[in-house]
């Protein structure tokens, strides 16, 4: 159980697109769900978090009208990066809060690379 | 003050060995605080949790926590060249949220 998906896998696209990425929670519902970003030898940093039918709530320096995020479903957020440029490139990861427990545990998805010409 | 600080790696071990990682935080108030580890190009997977002062074991791994000194670490028994990997140490901070540690790589030498 507790599994996380995320399409696609990687992505290459060129300088000034826009690209979406799907997370899903295959088999439990997400009360919250988060937004992290790699730099390749660096940690996680969350870039947001969001609640199912309510606005994400962005980090310190995260532009909110660059990564655009939609969490409509209890089991789907999505991210679109805007006006993708080269800096944007970096590993995206998504994970999700199921809210029961108390342990707070964050099920992680396989993560997204993203490679912008 | 970073909220999380990992021992600086590279931390190498020779196979069968005992991995120490060691983790700070600098919240008081942090609840429960994870272990994941991550292989290069992947994403983090847990490994373990814990939220109560003193060891929790499961398997090869130990986790221990002291909350009055803000210290959580992680041991790996019997250490295996598939336990090469960068660990991550993450506290739950406030509203659900995870703050994670800079990672230490971990190095098992056949």
Redesign the interface.
């Known amino acids: 159980g507790a599994v996380v998906s995320q399409h696609p896998s990687w992505v290459i696209c060129k300088s000034g697109t826009s690209v979406k990425i799907e997370c899903r929670s295959l088999d439990f519902q997400a009360t919250?769900m988060?937004w992290y970003r790699q730099f390749p030898k660096?940690?996680?940093m969350?870039m947001a978090?969001s609640n199912e039918g309510s606005k994400a709530?962005y980090e310190q320096g995260v532009e909110k009208d660059k990564f655009l995020i939609n969490h409509a479903s209890l089991t789907l957020s999505t991210l679109t990066v805007t006006s993708a440029h080269p800096e944007d490139s970096s590993f995206y990861?998504c994970?999700a809060?199921s809210g029961r427990g108390?342990?707070?545990?964050?099920?992680?998805?396989?993560?997204t690379?993203l490679t912008v010409l | 003050q970073k909220e999380v600080e990992q021992n600086s790696g590279p931390l190498s071990v020779p196979e069968g060995a005992i991995a120490s990682l060691n983790c700070t935080y600098s919240d008081r108030g942090s609840q429960s605080f994870f272990w994941y580890r991550q292989y290069s190009g992947k994403s983090p997977e847990l490994i373990m949790f814990i939220y109560s002062n003193g060891d929790k074991e499961d398997g090869r791994f130990t986790a221990q926590l002291n909350k009055a000194s803000q210290y959580v670490s992680l041991l790996i028994r019997d250490s295996q060249p598939s336990d090469s990997a960068t660990y991550l140490c993450a506290v739950n901070t406030n509203d659900y949220k995870l703050s994670f540690g800079a990672g230490t790589t971990v190095t098992v030498r056949a």
């Open positions: 919250t988060f660096q940690s996680l969350l978090t709530t990861i994970s809060r108390v342990t707070n545990e964050q099920f992680f998805g396989p993560g690379r």
